[in-house]
Nanobody, 123 residues
């Protein structure tokens, strides 16, 4: 059983930056692909970014490409999401997720989820 805990959310002005962290415990972190998803109020959960178990491969939603960077430190059992040039439309609860095998952009493919961290971008 893998437990995931996100941190680093908050309130930031448009154009600002935040770095989210997701700390994992209870499993072999390096065996899991990781993803970040977000859900804005009243909207469906959407894919943001994903990273392979080794960290060699990363993929992004078109809406964040060039602004967000996903990375991981397997020695620290942590995955990160660096968010630059934030926009009001990035406001959402951001959650990390873990799955064995190839990373996926589909939320249903993930086995473990964190509780989420709120990111609010003011205009």
């Amino acid at each position: 059983q893998v437990q995931l805990v996100e941190s680093g959310g908050g309130l930031v002005q448009a154009g600002g930056s935040l770095r989210l962290s997701c700390a994992a415990s209870g499993g072999t972190f390096s065996a899991y692909s990781m993803g970040w998803f977000r859900q804005a109020s009243g909207k469906e959960r959407e894919f943001v970014a994903r990273i392979s178990s080794s960290g060699a491969f990363t993929y992004y939603a078109d809406s964040v490409k060039g602004r967000f960077t996903i990375s991981r430190d397997n020695a620290k059992n942590t995955v990160y999401l660096k968010m630059n040039s934030l926009k009001p439309e990035d406001t959402a609860v951001y959650s990390c997720a873990a799955r064995r095998g190839t990373s996926s952009y589909l939320a249903k493919d993930y086995d473990y989820w964190g509780q989420g961290t709120q990111v609010t971008v003011s205009s």
